[in-house]
Nanobody
Framework: QVQLVESGGGLVQAGGSLRLACAAS????????MGWFRQAPGKEREFIAS???????SYADSLKGRFTISRDNAKNTIYLQMNSMKSEDTAVYYCAVSNLSGPVVVMSLYDYWGQGTQVTVSS
């Protein structure tokens, strides 16, 4: 059974940093595209970043430069480094895995999802 578990969320002050991790279990995903999404209260879930099996990345334009996605295939884990955080970054953050190998941007092309981790940025 595939399971994705996010960790690293919490409370951070504006201007601070957090690093999220998403550990996958149940199978290896070294050939799969993986990504991060977030959902703020009252808003739709939105794409943050994705990474292909080979390390090619794609970012939401509004977050490029502050957020960095990476992966460690040996650990079956992806990461999201978030810097210069703002109050509008407050959301539940989700990781996801696609059966496609590229840096998938479209949410409907993801097949497995984690349960999410809360990130709150205080101003």
């Amino acid at each position: 059974q595939v399971q994705l578990v996010e960790s690293g969320g919490g409370l951070v002050q504006a201007g601070g940093s957090l690093r999220l991790a998403c550990a996958a279990s149940g199978r290896t995903f070294e050939s799969n595209g993986m990504g991060w999404f977030r959902q703020a209260p009252g808003k739709e879930r939105e794409f943050i970043a994705s990474i292909s099996w080979s390390g090619m990345t794609s970012y939401a334009d509004s977050l490029k430069g502050r957020f960095t996605i990476s992966r460690d295939n040996a650990k079956n884990t992806i990461y999201l480094q978030m810097n210069s955080m703002k109050s509008e970054d407050t959301a539940v953050y989700y990781c996801a895995v696609s059966n496609l190998s590229g840096p998938v941007v479209v949410m409907s092309l993801y097949d497995y999802w984690g349960q999410g981790t809360q990130v709150t940025v205080s101003s």
